[in-house]
Protein backbone atom coordinates (compact mmCIF):
# COMPACT_ATOMS: atom_id res chain seq x y z
CA UNK A 1 0.00 0.00 0.00
CA UNK A 2 1.18 3.21 -0.85
CA UNK A 3 1.50 5.74 1.56
CA UNK A 4 -0.48 9.17 1.41
CA UNK A 5 0.12 11.94 3.33
CA UNK A 6 -2.40 12.47 6.24
CA UNK A 7 -4.87 15.55 5.82
CA UNK A 8 -7.84 16.51 7.38
CA UNK A 9 -10.14 16.75 4.08
CA UNK A 10 -9.72 16.35 1.05
CA UNK A 11 -10.81 18.32 -2.47
CA UNK A 12 -11.37 15.62 -4.84
CA UNK A 13 -12.00 16.12 -8.85
CA UNK A 14 -12.09 14.34 -11.99
CA UNK A 15 -9.50 15.06 -14.34
CA UNK A 16 -8.32 14.08 -17.86
CA UNK A 17 -5.08 15.67 -18.86
CA UNK A 18 -4.16 16.00 -22.77
CA UNK A 19 -0.67 15.55 -21.84
CA UNK A 20 0.88 12.56 -22.68
CA UNK A 21 2.78 12.38 -18.84
CA UNK A 22 2.29 9.18 -16.89
CA UNK A 23 1.98 9.81 -12.79
CA UNK A 24 1.94 7.49 -9.85
CA UNK A 25 -1.14 6.62 -8.10
CA UNK A 26 -0.68 8.27 -4.22
CA UNK A 27 -3.00 5.23 -3.08
CA UNK A 28 -1.95 1.99 -5.05
CA UNK A 29 1.29 3.16 -6.17
CA UNK A 30 1.10 2.08 -9.35
CA UNK A 31 1.26 4.31 -12.75
CA UNK A 32 -2.03 5.84 -14.00
CA UNK A 33 -2.23 7.53 -17.62
CA UNK A 34 -2.47 11.37 -17.79
CA UNK A 35 -5.28 10.82 -20.15
CA UNK A 36 -6.99 8.64 -18.86
CA UNK A 37 -10.12 9.04 -16.35
CA UNK A 38 -8.99 9.80 -13.03
CA UNK A 39 -9.04 12.05 -9.84
CA UNK A 40 -7.25 14.93 -8.63
CA UNK A 41 -6.86 14.71 -5.17
CA UNK A 42 -5.71 17.91 -2.95
CA UNK A 43 -5.21 17.35 0.80
CA UNK A 44 -7.36 20.03 2.17
CA UNK A 45 -7.41 21.92 -0.94
CA UNK A 46 -3.83 22.70 -1.21
CA UNK A 47 -3.36 22.59 -5.27
CA UNK A 48 0.17 22.56 -4.61
CA UNK A 49 -0.09 18.92 -3.52
CA UNK A 50 -2.43 17.78 -5.36
CA UNK A 51 -1.93 14.13 -6.45
CA UNK A 52 -3.30 12.11 -9.51
CA UNK A 53 -4.95 9.24 -8.67
CA UNK A 54 -7.07 6.12 -10.31
CA UNK A 55 -10.87 6.38 -9.90
CA UNK A 56 -11.37 3.43 -8.77
CA UNK A 57 -8.87 3.67 -6.00
CA UNK A 58 -10.30 7.33 -4.95
CA UNK A 59 -13.72 5.52 -4.47
CA UNK A 60 -12.04 2.18 -2.35
CA UNK A 61 -10.21 4.89 -0.18
CA UNK A 62 -13.39 6.70 0.38
CA UNK A 63 -15.24 3.72 1.55
CA UNK A 64 -13.16 2.45 3.42
CA UNK A 65 -13.40 5.97 5.29
CA UNK A 66 -10.52 7.50 3.84
CA UNK A 67 -10.11 10.85 2.29
CA UNK A 68 -12.71 12.57 4.00
CA UNK A 69 -14.56 15.24 2.07
CA UNK A 70 -14.62 19.09 3.55
CA UNK A 71 -18.15 18.82 3.96
CA UNK A 72 -17.65 15.73 5.88
CA UNK A 73 -14.95 16.80 8.00
CA UNK A 74 -17.14 19.87 8.91
CA UNK A 75 -19.82 17.68 9.97
CA UNK A 76 -17.56 15.76 12.59
CA UNK A 77 -15.89 18.87 13.93
CA UNK A 78 -16.96 20.08 17.90
CA UNK A 79 -19.91 22.69 18.01
CA UNK A 80 -19.38 26.02 17.83
CA UNK A 81 -18.97 27.97 21.02
CA UNK A 82 -22.25 29.45 22.39
CA UNK A 83 -21.02 32.78 21.96
CA UNK A 84 -21.10 32.29 18.16
CA UNK A 85 -24.29 30.76 18.43
CA UNK A 86 -25.81 33.80 20.30
CA UNK A 87 -24.35 36.38 17.96
CA UNK A 88 -25.26 34.37 14.70
CA UNK A 89 -28.74 33.11 15.30
CA UNK A 90 -27.26 29.74 14.14
CA UNK A 91 -28.14 26.31 15.97
ZN1 LIG B 1 -4.39 3.54 -7.88
Redesign the pocket.
Known amino acids: MAKVEQARWWAIRPVRSRKPATYR ?1 P ?2 G ?1 R ?1 HAMSDHMLISPEGDGDRRRH ?2 G ?2 VLAAREAGRLPLESEWRATRPRPPSLWRRLTGRV
Do not use: F, G, V, Y
Open positions: CLCLLAHEC
